[in-house]
C-alpha cells in the first residue's frame, strides 16, 4: 500500500476511534438513563421536598444573567418545592436599574453582613438582605467573573452551591431532583449537572421554530447524552459546563476556589478539573454526576454566527482549561483520567478542527489527483459522515425514550439528526479556523 494509502486509512482510523468512543458513551448515557428512571426521580419530587434530611443550597446568578425583569426569575425560583434555600444575586454595575427595582420589589435592606472568608476573594461594596434573608443582593464592583464566584462562595452559607448561568430558566422542581445524588451516600459526588433545552421549544417539547436552533440542539444532545452522561461511569468528564451545576461547597474549598481570573464559564470547567485533581491526590473516592434529564432551558443559537460564536467560546475556555491543568495529563497518579480521559480529550476534542480539516483535506486530494482508489474514498466517507450519522440517530432515540422529548415527530427528527452528522457537525467542526477576525476576536466571556 502507498504513503496514499496509509495516510487515508490513518484518516478513517482516527474518525472510527472517535465516534466508537462517542457510542460507548452514548450506550452508558442510555443505561444511566435507565437507572435515574427506575429511582423514580421525578415521583419522589414531593416526598424528598418535605424531608428534613434535604442539604440546604445557596444559589448564585449574576443581574446580567437574569433579564429585563429579574424579579420574574427571582418569583419562579421562590416557587420550588425546596425545604430550604438562599439567592444571592450578583451585580457589578453600580447604574443598574433593575438593582433598584429588586431593593423595592422585596423591600431589600442593606445590611453589614459577617461571614467567614475561605478564600481569598474582593470584599463586596454593598449587601441588601430581605427581611427572611432567603434573598441578597450583592453590589461587587467591576470584577473578573472568578472573582465574583469567590466572593459568592464566600458569602452562601449553605453546603452546596448552585450556579446558573447566563438566560438559564429552571425546570420545575429541579432542585430537589439535582439535590438526591448528595443523598446517596454511596461515593462521594462533588458536582451534579444535567441537561439544558432550548427555551426557544414549543409546546409538548417539540422541534424550536428556528432551523439553525434545531441542527444546535440535535448536536447539542449528541454531546450530552454521547458523552456527558455516560463519561462518569469511565471516569470522566474532564470537564464540562452547564447553566445550571449544582456543587459540594467543600470541594470546591478543597480545590482551592474559583479561578479569580476566569471568565464564569471557564472559571466552572477549571474548577471540574480541579476538584478531579484535589479528590485524587486525597484517593477519595468520587464520581461526577450529569442527570439525564432537563434541568433547565436556555436560548440556543437562532443563527449560524450565533452558533460559531458560541462554539468559539466554548473551544476557548476548554483550551484554556486545559492548558492550565496540563501537568495533569499522562500522569498515572489521576489514573483513568489522566492516562485516558485527557489524552483522549486532547486528541478527538481539543485538535478536532486541526485534524479533521487536515484528514479531509487530504482524502479529498488524494481521491482527486487518482492516489486513491473509491474503497478508501467511501470508506473515508462513512467513518466521517455515516458513523456520526449513526451516533446522533441513538441520540434522537434515547431523548424520545427515555427523556420523553421530542415526541410525535417521527422521520423529522432522524433527518435532522441525520443532517445534523452529514453537513452541520462538520462545518461547524471546521469553522473556527476560518471564521472572520472581528468574530474571532470577540471572546464570550458569560457563558
Known amino acids: 500500500m502507498s504513503i496514499y494509502g496509509v495516510l487515508a486509512c490513518l484518516a478513517i482510523g482516527y474518525y472510527l476511534a472517535l465516534y466508537s468512543i462517542q457510542m460507548l458513551h452514548l450506550l452508558l448515557g442510555y443505561r444511566a438513563a435507565l437507572h435515574w428512571k427506575k ?4 415521583e419522589e419530587t414531593r416526598r424528598l421536598s418535605q424531608s428534613e434530611l434535604v442539604p440546604p443550597i445557596s444559589v448564585v446568578n449574576d443581574l446580567d444573567f437574569m433579564g429585563s425583569n429579574p424579579a420574574q426569575w427571582v418569583d419562579k425560583l421562590f416557587l420550588e418545592h425546596f425545604p430550604e434555600f438562599e439567592l444571592l444575586v450578583m451585580s457589578d454595575d453600580e447604574d443598574d436599574k433593575r438593582v433598584d427595582d429588586l431593593i423595592q420589589a422585596y423591600f431589600l435592606r442593606r445590611v453589614d453582613r459577617v461571614y467567614r472568608r475561605s478564600i481569598e476573594s474582593p ?13 441578597s443582593l450583592v453590589r461587587t464592583g467591576k470584577l473578573p467573573r472568578g472573582a465574583i464566584l469567590n466572593l459568592a462562595l464566600n458569602l452562601s452559607k449553605y453546603p452546596l452551591l448552585a450556579v446558573a448561568g447566563e438566560g438559564a430558566q429552571l425546570e420545575e422542581d429541579i432542585l430537589i431532583r ?34 439553525i436552533t434545531k441542527y444546535s440542539l440535535m448536536e447539542s444532545l449528541r454531546v450530552q447524552l454521547g458523552y456527558q452522561v455516560g463519561a462518569p461511569y469511565l471516569g470522566g468528564p474532564v470537564t464540562s459546563y452547564s447553566p445550571l451545576a449544582l456543587f459540594r461547597k467543600k470541594d470546591l474549598l478543597e480545590a482551592g476556589g474559583f479561578n479569580p481570573d476566569m471568565s464564569y ?33 436556555r436560548p440556543f443559537p437562532e443563527r449560524w454566527s ?24 499522562l500522569r498515572a497518579r489521576y489514573g483513568r483520567l489522566g492516562l485516558i480521559q485527557l489524552p483522549a480529550f486532547w486528541i478527538f476534542v481539543k485538535l478536532l478542527p486541526v485534524l479533521g480539516f487536515c484528514a479531509y483535506a487530504l482524502v479529498i486530494a488524494f481521491f482527486a489527483f487518482g492516489l486513491i482508489g473509491w474503497p478508501l474514498f467511501v470508506g473515508f466517507l462513512l467513518s ?64
Not at 458560541?310 to 496540563?326: E, N, T, Y
Not at 434522537?396 to 445534523?420: D, N, P, S, W
Open 39 to 42: 429511582l423514580g426521580y421525578q
Open 123 to 135: 470584599p463586596p461594596l454593598e449587601i441588601f438582605q430581605s427581611d427572611d434573608r432567603r434573598l
Open 178 to 211: 439535582m439535590v438526591r445524588p448528595f443523598m446517596e451516600g454511596r461515593v462521594r459526588v462533588p458536582s451534579v449537572m444535567g441537561m439544558e433545552l432550548p427555551l426557544e421549544m414549543e409546546a409538548e417539547d417539540l422541534l424550536p421554530p428556528r432551523r
Open 265 to 297: 464559564m471557564m472559571a466552572e470547567m477549571d474548577m471540574l478539573l480541579r476538584m478531579h485533581r484535589s479528590l485524587r491526590e486525597q484517593k477519595t473516592p468520587y464520581r461526577f454526576v450529569y442527570l439525564p434529564q432537563a434541568v433547565v432551558r
Open 306 to 329: 450565533d452558533y460559531v460564536r458560541d462554539l468559539k467560546a466554548r473551544r476557548d475556555s476548554l483550551s484554556a482549561v486545559l492548558w492550565a491543568q496540563k501537568d495533569m495529563l
Open 384 to 447: 466521517s459522515i455515516g458513523y456520526p450519522a449513526l451516533v446522533g440517530v441513538g441520540t434522537v432515540i434515547a431523548a424520545r425514550r427515555e427523556l420523553g422529548i421530542l415526541k410525535g415527530q417521527g422521520g423529522i427528527l432522524y433527518g435532522y439528526a441525520f443532517m445534523t452528522q452529514l453537513w452541520f457537525r462538520q462545518f461547524s467542526t471546521l469553522a473556527p479556523i476560518f471564521v472572520p477576525r472581528s468574530i474571532k476576536e470577540r471572546r464570550v466571556e458569560e457563558g
